[in-house]
Each structure stands twice: as C-alpha cells, then as structure tokens.
C-alpha cells in the first residue's frame, strides 16, 4: 500500500513536467499598420502656360505661346515619402501669339498664323511632396493637330521628353507648387510630296498646381 501510494506521488511531478514540455500552438501576430501600409491614390492638377517653337520645313521659325492643363495621377499619396513614379496626361493649345507656316501658293511663298492642339500622356517621376524643392522628369507619346497644313488638319505623333524643376510655397507639408520646366519633342510628317519631314517641338512650360491628394 505504502509502495503504490509512493510511485504514484513520484510520477505525478513527471506527468506534468512533460505536458508542460509539449509545445503550444503558434501564437497569431497582430498585424502592424505601420509596418504595411494601406496604397493611397495620389493625384495632382496643374495649369500651364507655355512659350515655344516648331521647327520644321512647313513652319516658320520664332516664338508661339500656350495654355494647358495637366492632370498626374499616383499609386502613392502626397504623404509617401520619396519620389513618386505615375502617369500624366495634359492638354494645351496654341493661345495668344501663334505659330506661323509658310506654303507655296501659285507660285508664291504665303506665310501665315495657324494654331493646334497638343495633348499626350507620359510616365512621370515627381520628387518628394515634403521637400521645398525638387525636380520632374517624363517621357511619352503624344499628338499634335496641326490645323491648316495645306488647306486641312494633320494630325502628328510626337516623341516626347520632359524635365524642370519644382518649388512647393507655403510651410510644409505644402499642397501648392510651381513648376518650370522643358518639354522637347520630335515627329515626322508627310508632306503632300509624299515625302517625310522632320518637325522639333521646344518648349518652357510654367505651371501652377496643387496635390489633391
């Protein structure tokens, strides 16, 4: 009796020793909202005014001048630190002094104004949000009506290079900025020779604009 009754008081420590022994269940861990943060749509909206030239066979060399609007849109928010990747579509016409071409014409070289519209899109890197200054930069295809261009309208593919440089105003986190920038382009086109012409877009572009978000 007093045998069973002690092997049964030693083994008791023994059981419990090796329940205690065997591992649990994973404990679950809490997601941290820093550590993975929720994607928020960005977008920005700028006016623009320009001052260019189009350089070509057709056209007359000297000075033109635009307005526009631009609309950039971003996987990331204005919060998100570092420079935002995403895509820009703008808008603008010959506004203001006009371009000039020049045609034969009977025999005779016509000049003459004439305007177009120039809309495109491109993939665009914008510095950081947070930083009072900082640069753009974009590349893309666009296209370009050139109204008149022998009694009709043509319209062009162009080739399109972006960069400049940008200034936030006010205290930061700033949602208003400036932009100045140069925008280059090149196309061909078809004139009624059938034969190919190079034409070279240049231009300073200023603009003013906000973060939406």
């Known amino acids: 009796m007093h045998i069973g009754t002690l092997f049964v008081a030693l083994s008791l420590p023994g059981a419990a020793l090796a329940q205690d022994d065997v591992p649990g269940p994973p404990a679950t861990e809490l997601a941290d909202p820093e550590q993975h943060p929720t994607a928020v749509f960005g977008t920005d909206v700028t006016f623009l005014v320009g001052a260019g030239a189009l350089l070509g066979d057709w056209t007359v060399p000297g000075a033109h001048t635009t307005v526009g609007l631009r609309f950039d849109a971003f996987a990331d928010g204005m919060s998100a630190a570092g420079p935002r990747l995403g895509l820009s579509i703008f808008g603008e016409q010959a506004l203001g002094l006009l371009p000039r071409a020049e045609e034969d014409q009977a025999g005779q070289q016509v000049e003459f ?8 899109a491109l993939c665009v890197l914008r510095s ?13 295809f666009s296209r370009l009506d050139l109204d008149g261009y022998y009694g009709g309208t043509l319209p062009v593919p162009v080739m399109l290079f972006e960069a400049g440089a940008r200034r936030h105003v006010g205290p930061a986190p700033s949602h208003v900025f400036v932009d100045l920038g140069l925008r280059a382009g090149w196309a061909q086109l078809r004139n009624p020779d059938e034969l190919l012409e190079d034409l070279w877009t240049l231009q300073l572009v200023l603009g003013l604009g906000a973060h939406m978000r």
């Open 113 to 120: 104004p004439f305007q177009y519209t120039h809309f495109g």
């Open 128 to 140: 950081d949000p947070s930083i009072p200054w900082g640069g753009n930069a974009g590349l893309g």
